[in-house]
């Protein structure tokens, strides 16, 4: 997939719907959505804590001491989650019995770079957005709290589901569009991505400033207020439930927990 988004304009050159024969294709109920990148290439790049009522419930609940700016931070936070984390629409939140019984969900605007480039100004940034799709940022916080870091309890298998697919950039804007995340048909998240606390083109600015961005890479944006642990006591995920997240213009995604 991501040499298909690095040669993206060569092929939409050639695409042509009027072409397609009469009859063809499949109805998308009957379809089985992978996840738009299965395997991301490398590593998931993640913003924590940008969103400001997010920073502020997690000030309270303190999952993980010491390791977060105690207010609203003045650079992005960036952590990674393994790319074998990333699983699809429909698929199962598998919880690690034996290694977590505190099991978060994460509705975040998910970045997919378009164009490669290093050192890239913000107000150059958005040129490098091939497009956008929804992502559940699920996380294992006494994992996250015993190891003092982010990544092992945000990278467990099917930690990272995304989907259902990439909306373009150039056919909405994603600095400014509704985010949702129902737990159980219960609205628990409810935000705009134009509350960020730092906007895509600065994310994009600040991680690539030392890192070449390559087509494929992905970017989380961060995740508003009302995750499970913002609640007094948590309400962590259990088996059973059902995640529906769901982004404006972009779609729903929507997982159940085993």
């Keep these: 997939m991501a040499s298909v988004i690095g040669s993206w304009e060569e092929i939409r050159a050639r695409l042509s719907l009027e072409k397609l024969p009469e009859g063809k294709g499949q109805l998308l109920s009957e379809s089985h959505l992978l996840a738009p990148l299965p395997r991301p290439a490398g590593a998931i790049m993640c913003i924590g804590k940008n969103y400001e009522e997010h920073v502020k419930e997690v000030d309270t609940w303190k999952t993980a001491p010491h390791i977060t700016q105690p207010s609203i931070p003045t650079h992005p936070i960036v952590f990674t989650k393994a790319p074998q984390s990333a ?7 598998r919880i690690p019995h034996g290694h977590s019984q505190a099991i978060d969900y994460e509705a975040e605007l998910a970045v997919i770079i378009g164009r490669p480039g290093r050192g890239i100004k913000p107000e150059d ?11 559940n940022d699920v996380t294992a916080r006494d994992v996250q709290k015993r190891h003092q870091q982010w990544f092992l309890g945000k990278s467990c298998d099917t930690f990272c589901p995304m989907g259902p697919w990439i909306v373009l950039a150039s056919e909405i804007n994603g600095q400014d569009l509704h985010i949702r995340c129902w737990i159980n048909g219960e609205l628990r998240q409810n935000s705009r991505t134009s509350q960020l606390i730092f906007p895509i083109p600065t994310l994009i600015a600040t991680i690539s400033a030392g890192i070449t961005l390559q087509p494929g890479d992905i970017i989380a944006t961060g995740t508003p207020a009302g995750v499970g642990s913002g609640f007094d006591p948590p309400r962590h995920l259990t088996e059973g439930d059902s995640v529906r997240i769901q982004i404006e213009n972009v779609g729903e995604l929507i997982n159940r927990v085993e």
Excluded: E, K, S, W
């Design 87 to 93: 699983t699809g629409p429909g698929t199962a939140i």
């Design 125 to 135: 940034a958005m040129d490098h957005v091939f497009g956008y799709t929804i992502l």
